[in-house]
C-alpha cells in the first residue's frame, strides 16, 4: 500500500509564509511520478495547485504563479510546497498527489490532507 504523509500546514497571517512536505513510502518508484499539490476550500472543488514530473518540469495555477514553488527531493521520496505571500483565499486542505501512465492506466495516490488557514 502506498502512502503519502504530509506536513507543515497551519495557522499563519496573511503575508507570511509556510512549508509543505509530502513523504512518500518506499514502496513506489518515486522518481518515476508526476507530483502534485491539490487544495480544496469548504464549499468549493479540489483544484491543482502546483505539479511537477519526474523530469522536473513545472506547472502552476494562475492563483500562485510567482508566489508558491514545488519542488521534489528524489533521495528522500519527498515532495515540497514553498508558500509564501499568503493570503486569506489561500485557505484550504492540501493533499499531496503522485500521478503515473503505467501504459495502460492511469495510476494516482492522495495523502490525507493537510490544513492550511490564513487570517487576515
Known amino acids: 500500500q502506498v502512502q503519502l504523509v504530509e506536513s507543515g500546514g497551519g495557522l499563519v497571517q496573511a503575508g507570511g509564509s509556510l512549508r509543505l512536505s509530502c513523504a512518500a513510502s518506499?514502496?513506489?518508484?518515486?522518481?518515476?511520478?508526476?507530483m502534485g499539490w491539490y487544495r480544496q476550500a469548504p464549499g468549493k472543488q479540489r483544484e491543482l495547485v502546483a505539479a511537477?514530473?519526474?523530469?522536473?518540469?513545472?506547472n502552476y495555477a494562475d492563483s500562485v504563479k510567482g508566489r508558491f514553488t514545488i519542488s521534489r527531493d528524489n533521495a528522500k521520496n519527498t515532495v515540497f510546497l514553498q508558500m509564501n505571500s499568503l493570503k486569506p483565499e489561500d485557505t484550504a486542505v492540501y493533499y499531496c498527489?503522485?500521478?503515473?501512465?503505467?501504459?495502460?492506466?492511469?495510476?494516482?495516490?492522495w495523502g490525507q490532507g493537510t490544513q492550511v488557514t490564513v487570517s487576515s
Open positions: 518506499s514502496s513506489i518508484i518515486f522518481s518515476s511520478y508526476t
Open positions: 511537477i514530473t519526474s523530469g522536473g518540469s513545472t
Open positions: 498527489n503522485a500521478r503515473r501512465f503505467t501504459g495502460l492506466m492511469t495510476v494516482n495516490y
